[in-house]
């Protein structure tokens, strides 16, 4: 019988951890940390509680390490960046992205009134704006960190609504990568109808804490599996929607699948370069994260952005009332105990969630895992390289290769002498010596290797 301590969690997450605890006879363990098999964390910290910490072997917990840290929309947008030429794929799955100031030569010469800017550690739509010019960027953003993102104009619409929808994710273990995509989720559909020109943050914004402030939104009703009429619906509402529009809706949920699948391989390495410092008993965790995906005009999904704590809140405002949602107790139970059910291996588990990716071999680039190898080694676990750090390369053998050494070593030496540098600066640094000695990287990695 699974134990818990919830002791951390607040709120209504806390509402629903209490009845799925009840409705499976598992055990809330209350004030006796120790006893507890799951310690569940609500934000979006990269470490177990200090209970879980202090007996790493008998407790695991919903937080694996680095999911965090990727999950930022500035962090996120470098990680595809930097795995994108090794992952060529993924470079269609995220729209046209700038990371505000570091971008800012980059952004003079865009048409701003193409993007959105949002602040990358935002969430429930808060702090975002629509830039008509750099001045305007320059003025609103002030010395916040800011994710400026080609604005999909053409959405796919639902009664002339703009509408997003939130898949959610379980990553059952890192070695091996085992992720799973839960069959439901959340439709979530603006108020007011989408005009291109109006910029009404009602029908541009597909945020619930904006939308439900709308004297015109219509909460999910109680047949929340068949109401197409409200601003948040089921995956089933929406598919039936979709048939009505003449779109093929397996189609459409394929290429999303698809697109999840790309996506979920492409921060692999990111979470792998993180996961080296943990303890093996670590490796227990798992982690629920939210993406959200955007179709255009044609049915082409796109991600706008990953959350490594999604809301698991079941509330809903009715009438100017608080009042628990059974469409959102629905999605987030079923979430939430296919996650618990799976990452202990339970019998009880049933079909509701889908391995998307099982085999961590075929999934990382054999470049990039040299790459993370080497890193590691002359940082030691860090984060950043120092200089000394980074001379201890020159005892690999093949490292004193007289062309390597000749034509590049000393740029590399000099760089890494500035500054210390992260695994993206890295790698970077390493791809920039590729091109101009005009070699394979495979070929660059066999005078470097470890």
Not at 306 to 327: C, D, G, R, W, Y
Request: proline residues 3%; aromatic residues 12%; charged residues 20%.
């Amino acid at each position: 019988m699974l134990k818990f301590d919830i002791s951390n969690v607040k709120g209504s997450e806390r509402t629903l951890l209490k009845m799925i605890i009840e409705k499976q006879n598992w055990i809330d363990c209350g004030e006796q940390h120790s006893k507890a098999k799951i310690v569940w964390n609500q934000r979006k910290k990269d470490k177990c509680s200090k209970f879980s910490m202090d007996r790493p072997r008998l407790q695991i917990c919903n937080k694996i390490k680095g999911v965090g840290i990727v999950s930022s929309k500035a962090s996120t947008k470098q990680c595809l960046s930097s795995f994108g030429m090794f992952y060529p794929e993924i470079n269609q799955i995220y729209p046209e992205t700038y990371i505000y100031p570091e971008d800012r030569n980059l952004l003079y010469s865009k048409n701003l009134n193409q993007f959105i800017a949002k602040p990358s550690n935002g969430s429930e739509g808060k702090g975002i704006f629509f830039p008509n010019s750099m001045n305007d960027l320059i003025k609103k953003a002030g010395l916040e960190k800011m994710v400026i993102q080609k604005y999909i104009d053409n959405p796919m619409l639902i009664d002339n609504k703009k509408f997003d929808l939130r898949f959610y994710i379980l990553i059952q273990k890192l070695n091996p990568y085992i992720c799973y995509l839960n069959k439901e989720g959340l439709v979530r559909i603006c108020v007011d109808a989408y005009e291109k020109a109006n910029k009404n943050q009602f029908a541009h914004l597909t945020n619930y804490a904006i939308n439900c402030e709308s004297t015109n939104y219509v909460p999910c009703s109680t047949d929340f599996m068949n109401d197409n009429q409200s601003n948040k619906q089921s995956f089933q509402a929406f598919r039936q929607s979709l048939q009505k529009q003449g779109q093929d809706d397996q189609v459409i949920f394929q290429n999303i699948e698809n697109l999840i699948a790309q996506f979920m391989k492409a921060i692999y390495p990111f979470l792998l370069y993180h996961s080296k410092s943990e303890k093996p008993e670590q490796s227990q965790n798992f982690c629920i994260i939210g993406l959200d995906i955007l179709l255009n005009k044609q049915g082409q999904p796109f991600i706008l952005e990953m959350n490594s704590a999604p809301s698991l809140q079941i509330t809903q405002f009715k009438n100017s009332k608080e009042e628990i949602s059974p469409f959102d107790f629905y999605v987030k139970e079923l979430v939430v105990t296919d996650a618990i059910l799976i990452s202990t291996q339970q019998k009880e588990w049933k079909d509701t969630s889908y391995k998307l990716l099982s085999d961590e071999y075929q999934l990382v680039n054999n470049a990039v895992l040299e790459l993370l190898n080497l890193f590691w080694y002359c940082g030691k676990g860090m984060k950043t390289l120092s200089l000394s750090q980074f001379c201890k390369i020159s005892n690999f053998s093949g490292m004193l290769n007289e062309n390597l050494q000749g034509v590049e070593y000393q740029l590399l030496f000099c760089k890494f002498q500035v500054q210390r540098i992260d695994f993206y600066q890295f790698l970077e640094l390493i791809i920039g010596v590729q091109k101009r000695m005009n070699i394979q990287l495979h070929n660059l990695l066999e005078m470097i290797r470890v």
